[in-house]
């Protein structure tokens, strides 16, 4: 078992940056590979970013390309999100997930999740 709780969502202009967080505990997270997801009302939970047990591998959806970094501190069990240049089509929860599988390949991979946390950005 995993827990995974969020932090650092909140309000910010479109231009700025946010810092989201994940904590973990129970089982060491280095054990799984971990993804950033967000959702917006009345829409479908999408993949935001993604990284392997070792860090080795990261990916991004093309939304967030180029502005948006995901990292992991193993020795601390964290997962972070550095956001740059956020956009009004940035607001949504955000959800920090963890996956058994090596090479996540969708969300139905991922077996623990957050309670997520509030992004929105203002125009």
């Known amino acids: 078992q995993v827990q995974l709780v969020e932090s650092g969502g909140g309000l910010v202009q479109a231009g700025g940056s946010l810092r989201l967080s994940c904590a973990a505990s129970g089982r060491t997270s280095s054990n799984y590979a971990m993804g950033w997801f967000r959702q917006a009302p009345g829409k479908e939970r999408e993949f935001v970013a993604g990284?392997?047990?070792?860090?080795?591998?990261?990916y991004y959806s093309n939304s967030v390309k180029g502005r948006f970094t995901i990292s992991r501190d193993s020795a601390k069990n964290t997962l972070a999100l550095q956001m740059n240049s956020l956009k009004p089509e940035d607001t949504a929860a955000y959800y920090c997930?963890?996956?058994?599988?090596?090479?996540?390949?969708?969300?139905?991979?991922?077996?623990?999740w957050g309670q997520g946390t509030q992004v929105t950005v203002s125009s």
């Open positions: 997930a963890a996956s058994s599988h090596y090479i996540p390949t969708g969300i139905y991979d991922y077996d623990y």
């Open positions: 990284i392997s047990r070792t860090g080795s591998s990261i």
